[in-house]
């Protein structure tokens, strides 16, 4: 376990890491993707959508990330939203206007 020192530090580390990435070069940010990812970035992310997902992973990293119950949560709503999209974008074909709201438990097309 880390003391408080410690702590400490990698906090601090984490900070300078971040503010790094404020005056980064779109390559220099395309390298740091690489080296945290293991990926290619995206193409068409934007420099700042860069910055934010590089300074996530740096405190996902140091501090540790979602937990799993989270995780699950997360992953439910995606599918639930995935499920849905398809007939959202149906219905915005036909005849009728259609938007979706955003409930506390599940998504629910109105069409008007």
């Not at 900070?15 to 990812?37: C, D, M, P, V």
């Not at 290619?40 to 300074?55: N, T």
């Amino acid at each position: 376990m880390k003391s408080g020192t410690d702590n400490h530090s990698s906090e601090q580390q984490v900070q300078r890491e971040i503010g790094n990435l404020i005056g980064a070069s779109r390559t220099r940010l395309k390298e740091t993707w690489r080296s945290l990812y293991g990926t290619e970035a995206p193409e068409r992310m934007s420099e700042d959508h860069l910055k934010r997902a590089i300074a996530y992973r740096l405190q996902e990293r140091a501090f540790g990330g979602l937990n799993p119950a989270t995780r699950r949560l997360l992953e439910r709503v995606a599918d639930e939203v995935t499920c849905l999209w398809p007939i959202a974008n149906s219905a915005r074909k036909s005849d009728h206007s259609a938007e979706l709201l955003f409930g506390r438990r599940a998504l629910k097309l109105n069409s008007r």
